[in-house]
């Protein structure tokens, strides 16, 4: 009877010793899933960081890109504005000195070979896309054209442009140099 | 990272530039020039002039072209500065506001000078900045 109970006993002990020890696994496992599973939210959230970070990087690229090739395109497009800029005033000499009223058969000559020169150098400009602005008798237009002075002259409607002082020149539609003008003010 | 644009207002001229690649580059604006005349004017035909374009006709629009307001911001109409170098000397109208601010008056309407002209001198300078940078206005 006694060793009926002790092994009765032992196997209570024993079986309640499993008991606590699936609880404890239990336990365990309860807190270590929940662990992992923060883990797991945690990491989702770097990654989608990272993701995020990667498209604007990417994003970022993409226009660098297109900015170096519009950067491109404008460089050859406009690359030659200073250099015409530069040279505007000796077309502009030139084109004074075929307006000085020459009387001697030398003067006449020398003139000629000028105005040979002026139009041989506007035609080379022409190519390379540079073109006039001599707006003489239009509508003043200050996108292209600078007042520098008003005149009544009642042959004219008002802000009509009566006379050019300087002419203008645009590279490719850019203004290299606004066109100095006269604009008629009627009182 | 945001879009970064830096714009420097002065009195006389106007630069912006963006941030390219971490490094600072300043804009050129739609007549390739890396600075814009601080101008602004307001034509016949409602449209409003900024810039190169609004200097260009400040003769022929002499009353409604505004140029230098920088130095009205922050001042009084009655302020001496104001009196002495400014009112007698700019072609367009200086007038004093409700508080006793400098503004300017243009077609008969008052306006504030910080507000509206440096606001559509800046609004420029930031077209200028979005169009560098590839996108629309």
Same mark, same amino acid.
């Given at each position: 009877m006694n060793e009926k109970n002790?092994?009765?006993?032992?196997?209570?002990?024993?079986?309640?010793?499993?008991?606590?020890?699936?609880?404890?696994?239990?336990?365990?496992?309860?807190s270590s899933t929940k662990e992992l599973e923060d883990k797991i939210k945690a990491l989702k959230k770097d990654l989608d960081t990272a993701n995020k970070s990667t498209l604007m990087a990417l994003a970022d690229l993409e226009n660098i890109k297109k900015r170096a090739e519009k950067r491109i395109i404008e460089n050859h497009k406009y690359s030659l504005k200073s250099f015409i800029e530069a040279l505007l005033p000796v077309l502009d000499s030139m084109e004074k000195a075929t307006l000085f009223n020459a009387q001697s058969s030398e003067?006449?000559?020398?003139?000629?070979?000028?105005?040979?020169?002026?139009?041989?150098?506007?035609?080379?400009?022409?190519?390379?896309?540079?073109?006039e602005i001599n707006p003489?008798?239009?509508?003043?237009?200050?996108?292209?054209?600078?007042?520098?002075?008003?005149?009544?002259?009642?042959?004219?409607?008002?802000?009509?442009?009566?006379?050019?002082l300087q002419k203008g020149y645009e590279i490719n539609g850019r203004i290299v140099r606004a066109a100095r003008v006269i604009v008629t003010q009627n009182n | 990272m945001g879009k970064i644009i830096g714009i420097d207002l002065g009195t006389t001229n106007s630069c912006v530039a963006i941030i390219d690649s971490r490094l600072p580059k300043v804009v050129?604006?739609?007549?390739?020039?890396?600075?814009?005349?601080?101008?602004?004017?307001?034509?016949?035909?409602?449209?409003?002039?900024?810039?190169?374009?609004?200097?260009?006709?400040?003769?022929? =629009?002499? @009353?409604?072209?505004?140029?230098?307001?920088? $130095? #009205?911001?922050?001042?009084?109409?009655?302020?001496?500065v104001i009196q002495k170098d400014i009112v007698k000397k700019v072609s367009y109208k200086v007038t004093e506001s409700d508080n006793g601010d400098a503004w300017v008056e243009i077609?008969?309407?008052?306006?504030?000078?910080?507000?509206?002209?440096?606001? =559509?001198? @800046?609004?420029?300078?930031?077209?200028?900045? $979005? #169009?560098?940078?590839?996108?629309?206005?």
């Open positions: 002790h092994a009765t006993n032992i196997e209570d002990t024993s079986t309640q010793e499993s008991h606590n020890e699936d609880l404890k696994t239990k336990e365990l496992d309860v003067s006449i000559a020398i003139q000629e070979g000028i105005k040979m020169t002026s139009k041989n150098f506007s035609g080379i400009i022409d190519k390379f896309g540079v073109r003489i008798n239009e509508l003043f237009d200050p996108e292209k054209h600078e007042a520098v002075s008003m005149l009544s002259d009642n042959n004219m409607d008002n802000g009509m442009v009566s006379k050019v | 050129e604006n739609s007549e390739g020039a890396r600075t814009t005349p601080s101008v602004i004017a307001y034509s016949e035909n409602k449209e409003i002039l900024v810039g190169h374009v609004a200097k260009r006709q400040t003769l022929t =629009n002499s @009353k409604n072209t505004v140029y230098a307001i920088k $130095r #009205l911001i922050g001042r009084k109409f009655s302020d001496k077609k008969g309407q008052k306006n504030s000078t910080s507000s509206s002209f440096c606001r =559509n001198i @800046k609004e420029n300078e930031k077209i200028c900045g $979005r #169009l560098s940078r590839g996108e629309s206005r």
